[in-house]
């Protein structure tokens, strides 16, 4: 059994809504103190293996995240590529050209900003991903449980899993850091949903905590979510745990 614990990095744009895409700022000091918050909630709970995206937001997300822990860089988890419409807010945007972000705004699965990747492109990357991670997650759980098996009731909740456990059931768990475009289209990938639906279907907070499972013999598109953007440890008492 593979979890996977999906995170978007901390703050690192300014606070009006921009496409950040290739750009490359390290986090803000809120960004810092959100993924200590992560941590926090993170602290004690085994975590296998941390990837990251190469990026100085997510990479720097991950490095606090895993408290010491190797962190491995992918490639593959770079944020979607926008080209000339980086570092924009949506309003300029549709201002510079309104037609092409009607198309996009209609299907950003299959629309190339200028200069950048569209939707299939950044799910071809996932889903690569995904496929390379079930084949070594695969491997590594058999080392810790030969006999594992898909679960009778796989859309059960498991409820409390004790490491022992765990352990029995060749749980590996590996926590990756991304981006919020690229998390919504891993999402759709993982889900066997349309791709298209990315931005109509999912939020992906800052430092948030989203959690997928494969059962052994599950195919990239075969996951069960879990947990999906919880931010609960970024709120103060009295305030909704969600974004």
């Known amino acids: 059994m593979l979890t996977l614990i999906l995170t ?4 690192a744009a300014p606070d009006e809504v921009i496409l950040g895409g290739q750009l490359d700022p390290p986090l803000t000091e809120v960004g810092r103190a ?8 993170l602290a004690g709970i085994r975590i296998d293996r941390v990837i990251a995206s190469p990026m100085a937001r997510a990479l720097e997300t991950a490095r606090i995240v895993a408290a010491g822990r190797t962190v491995e860089v992918d ?4 944020e979607l590529r926008y080209g000339r419409w980086e570092g924009l807010t949506h309003a300029e945007i549709e201002a510079r050209d309104p037609e092409l972000w009607a198309r996009w705004d209609d299907d950003p699965a299959a629309t190339d900003p200028p200069g950048g990747e569209c939707g299939n492109d950044v799910a071809e990357r996932a889903r690569g991903f995904l496929a390379d991670l079930l084949v070594a997650e695969a491997g590594a759980g058999r080392a810790l449980a030969s006999a594992a098996r898909r679960s009778p009731d796989p859309g059960g909740s498991r409820g409390a899993v004790s490491e022992s456990r765990a352990n029995e059931e060749g749980e590996r768990r590996v926590l990756v850091v991304a981006h919020g475009t690229y998390n919504r289209i891993l999402l759709c990938v993982a889900l066997g949903m349309p791709v298209c639906d990315y931005r109509r279907r999912f939020i992906q907070d800052r430092a948030n905590l989203s959690v997928l499972r494969y059962e052994p013999g599950d195919t990239p598109d075969g996951a069960q979510l879990v947990l999906a953007n919880d931010v609960g440890h970024l709120r103060h008492p009295g305030e909704a745990p969600w974004g």
Do not use: I, Q, T, V
């Open 75 to 78: 490639e593959r988890l770079r």
């Open 34 to 41: 959100e993924a200590r918050a992560l941590a926090g909630r």
């Open 8 to 11: 978007r990095h901390g703050k």
